[in-house]
């Protein structure tokens, strides 16, 4: 499982709790539309079991981890208004780290995969094309 790593470097228990209450987030009614929609990707790419940069890339595939899911849990934090996310973290106790796969964060990161190539092939096709 792709978090495994990151939960062994990080405060493990906080971060699940994070990631359990922006999933309790997602699916409040109450929560506006921007925090919800960094929760979503934050929570969807903590659980796919497809990482954006690949772990075998040296310091860089640790690093997403490390710097792209701390900034989102903060950035959702920070549009969410503080009374709703006190009481999502209070819920999130009652979870216990029990946190769905992500099937959303692995097609996520396949788009953003198949994009990157398609946008590689053209400018590798231009670039012969044009020699």
Same mark, same amino acid.
């Given at each position: 499982?792709?978090?495994? %790593?990151?939960?062994?470097?990080a405060?493990?228990?906080?971060?699940?709790?994070?990631?359990?209450?922006?999933?309790?987030l997602?699916r409040?009614?109450?929560?506006?539309?921007? *925090?919800?929609?960094i929760?979503?990707?934050v929570?969807a790419?903590?659980?796919?079991?497809?990482?954006?940069?690949?772990?075998?890339?040296?310091?860089?595939?640790?690093?997403?981890?490390v710097?792209?899911?701390?900034?989102?849990?903060?950035?959702?934090?920070?549009?969410? *208004?503080?009374?709703?996310w006190? /009481?999502?973290?209070?819920?999130? /106790?009652?979870? %216990?780290?029990?946190? *769905?796969?992500m099937? &959303?964060? &692995?097609?996520?990161? &396949?788009?953003?995969?198949?994009? &990157?190539?398609?946008?590689?092939?053209?400018?590798?096709f %231009?670039?012969?094309?044009?020699?």
């Open positions: 499982m792709k978090w495994g %790593k990151l939960l062994g470097a405060n493990k228990p906080r971060l699940l709790r994070y990631l359990a209450a922006l999933w309790l997602i409040d009614k109450r929560t506006p539309v921007a *925090p919800k929609l929760a979503g990707l929570v790419y903590a659980l796919s079991p497809v990482d954006l940069i690949p772990d075998v890339i040296p310091v860089l595939g640790l690093l997403d981890d710097i792209l899911i701390p900034l989102g849990i903060a950035l959702a934090v920070r549009l969410t *208004p503080p009374a709703l006190q /009481e999502m973290l209070q819920q999130a /106790e009652h979870v %216990k780290g029990r946190l *769905p796969k099937v &959303l964060g &692995l097609l996520i990161v &396949l788009v953003i995969w198949v994009a &990157l190539l398609g946008v590689f092939a053209w400018w590798l %231009k670039t012969l094309a044009s020699a």
